[in-house]
Nanobody
Framework: VQLQASGGGLVQAGGSLRLSCAASGRTFSSYDLGWFRQAPGKEREFVAFIRWSDGSPYYGDSAKGRFTIGRANAENTVYLHMNRLKPEDTAVYYC????????????????WGQGTQVTVSS
């Protein structure tokens, strides 16, 4: 499966964006998926995770209360709705399929797609 993240852009602080992670080559069926982000000079950071079977979400501390992860089975797409954005949310956002292990760690994922840039101005 190949993943493609999209939906990033420039937004003012307090604004919202919806990121999409679309799959090609194979459906998302049975894949659990995570969103990560990476700011310049920093390590890739866990943002959110969704279990495909029942849609159960799990969020990193930076996302709790502001971001919502969801899936659209028919569209073979996972979304990340980001509200009340802050300048510190500025990063390239990536999605990947979970293989095994700790969902907070990048090493647990595969099929990383090209990221999408999110820039939040103050």
């Amino acid at each position: 499966v190949q993943l493609q993240a999209s939906g990033g852009g420039l937004v003012q602080a307090g604004g919202s964006l919806r990121l999409s992670c679309a799959a090609s080559g194979r459906t998302f069926s049975s894949y659990d998926l995570g969103w990560f982000r990476q700011a310049p000079g920093k390590e890739r950071e866990f943002v959110a995770f969704i279990r495909w079977s029942d849609g159960s979400p799990y969020y990193g501390d930076s996302a709790k209360g502001r971001f919502t992860i969801g899936r659209a089975n028919a569209e073979n797409t996972v979304y990340l709705h980001m509200n009340r954005l802050k300048p510190e949310d500025t990063a390239v956002y990536y999605c990947g399929t979970w293989l095994r292990g700790n969902v907070l760690e990048t090493s647990s994922y595969s099929n990383w797609g090209q990221g999408t840039q999110v820039t939040v101005s103050s």
